[in-house]
């Protein structure tokens, strides 16, 4: 059920992005993709509740204490997706090029409706972040910060 937006947004048979099922979670983990759709951004995944929550993010993610960034939470995408590299064909769902920007272990401190408080330990994302939806936020919107 988790997934069921993803999978009515997408037609399997003219893509190669992971159809996906339900997985459990052995290791927390976190993945950013580029995609060079039709608006450029940084796609934030994190894999929690056997998907991965996901966010995309207009500008590159912050790497330095107090950048905060714009986070549009989207559909829960399948933990096979954190591996995905490639072309989406045009006049499908998210048309364009996807690749890893950075990825590495995920460590949940706190998780409540609207905060998330995490470490990432990646390449490029190092250190202590925040997901936090402010009350004056529309549904989808959160910041996205490196404390």
């Given at each position: 059920?988790?997934?069921?937006?993803?999978?009515?947004?997408?037609?399997?048979?003219?893509?190669?992005?992971?159809?996906?099922k339900q997985?459990?979670?052995?290791?927390?983990?976190f993945v950013?993709?580029?995609?060079?759709?039709?608006?450029?951004?940084?796609?934030?995944?994190?894999?929690?509740?056997?998907?991965?929550?996901?966010?995309?993010?207009?500008?590159?993610?912050?790497?330095?204490?107090?950048?905060?960034?714009?986070?549009?939470?989207?559909?829960?995408?399948?933990?096979?997706?954190?591996?995905?590299?490639?072309?989406?064909?045009?006049?499908?769902?998210?048309a364009g090029?996807?690749?890893?920007?950075?990825?590495?272990?995920?460590?949940?401190?706190?998780?409540?409706?609207?905060?998330?408080?995490?470490?990432?330990?990646?390449?490029?994302?190092?250190?202590?972040?925040?997901?936090?939806?402010?009350?004056?936020?529309?549904?989808?919107?959160?910041?996205?910060?490196?404390?």
């Amino acid at each position: 059920m988790l997934l069921k937006k993803y999978q009515q947004k997408r037609d399997f048979k003219k893509n190669n992005e992971p159809k996906g099922k339900q997985l459990k979670i052995k290791k927390t983990f976190f993945v950013v993709q580029e995609h060079r759709a039709s608006h450029h951004h940084f796609d934030l995944r994190l894999a929690i509740d056997e998907v991965l929550k996901s966010w995309a993010i207009p500008k590159q993610p912050p790497v330095k204490k107090g950048e905060k960034r714009l986070a549009v939470q989207v559909e829960d995408h399948p933990l096979q997706y954190a591996s995905f590299e490639g072309k989406i064909p045009e006049g499908q769902y998210g048309a364009g090029i996807v690749k890893i920007w950075d990825k590495g272990k995920l460590e949940i401190y706190k998780r409540e409706d609207k905060l998330i408080d995490f470490n990432l330990e990646g390449k490029k994302l190092k250190g202590n972040f925040v997901l936090l939806q402010p009350a004056k936020f529309d549904k989808k919107d959160w910041l996205f910060f490196k404390k």
